[in-house]
Each structure stands twice: as structure tokens, then as C-alpha cells.
Nanobody, 127 residues
Framework: QVQLVESGGGSVQPGGSLKLSCVAS????????IGWFRQAPGKRREGVAA????????YYEDSVKGRFTISRNNAENTASLQMDSLRPEDTAVYYC????????????????????WGRGTQVTVSS
């Protein structure tokens, strides 16, 4: 059973940056898409970004477009989320997830398609 482990979370001031990493215990090429999701206290889980493993096509939610960058390294079985210009509303637990589903989906909006999840890493943006 492949496992996903996130790291890189922490506390940062507004306008700062963090880079999250997601390491898979097996090959990420067994999956079609890796996604990043987040959940703030008292709120529903929401998608942030996703990347297609085969050709690195990316998907972003409007709230992070232009500020966050998702990438993957197939040789190292990792996916990353570079987060710049962070805002207090970005505060949440961030999860990476993987899916084998293919199709014309906007993957960040479809957490129901993802069946492999990490345990999350906390990101706090506060002055």
C-alpha cells in the first residue's frame, strides 16, 4: 500500500512563502493526478491545485492562481506546492492526495476522485 507523507508546513507572516512536499512510498506514476487540498478549522475541505503525473498539466483554484505553484518529480516520487504571497486565509491543514481516475475533470474541485491521502501538514499565516 503506497503512503503519502507531507512536510514543509509551519508558521509564516503574511506575504511570506512556504514550500510543501509530498513523498510517496511507491511510484507516483501508478497514479494519474496528484492534488493538494486544505481544510481550515470549521470549514469544508477545499482543493488548491493538482498536477497530471504523465505530462505535468496543472490545475489551480482561483483563490491561489498566480501565488501557488504545483510541481512533481517522477524520479523521486514527490510532488511539491510552492506557496508565495501567503495570506491569513491560507491558514489550514494541507493534504496531498492521489487518484487513478482519468477524465476531463477540474481535479481540485473533485476531492471525491482521490482515494489515497496523506495525513496533512499545518500551515499558519499570521502576523
Amino acid at each position: 500500500q503506497v503512503q503519502l507523507v507531507e512536510s514543509g508546513g509551519g508558521s509564516v507572516q503574511p506575504g511570506g512563502s512556504l514550500k510543501l512536499s509530498c513523498v510517496a512510498s511507491g511510484s507516483i506514476t501508478d497514479y494519474h493526478v496528484i492534488g493538494w487540498f486544505r481544510q481550515a478549522p470549521g470549514k469544508r475541505r477545499e482543493g488548491v491545485a493538482a498536477i497530471r503525473i504523465s505530462d505535468a498539466v496543472t490545475y489551480y483554484e482561483d483563490s491561489v492562481k498566480g501565488r501557488f505553484t504545483i510541481s512533481r518529480n517522477n524520479a523521486e516520487n514527490t510532488a511539491s506546492l510552492q506557496m508565495d504571497s501567503l495570506r491569513p486565509e491560507d491558514t489550514a491543514v494541507y493534504y496531498c492526495a492521489a487518484t487513478v481516475f482519468t477524465g476531463s475533470y477540474h481535479y481540485p474541485a473533485r476531492d471525491d476522485l482521490f482515494d489515497l491521502w496523506g495525513r496533512g501538514t499545518q500551515v499558519t499565516v499570521s502576523s
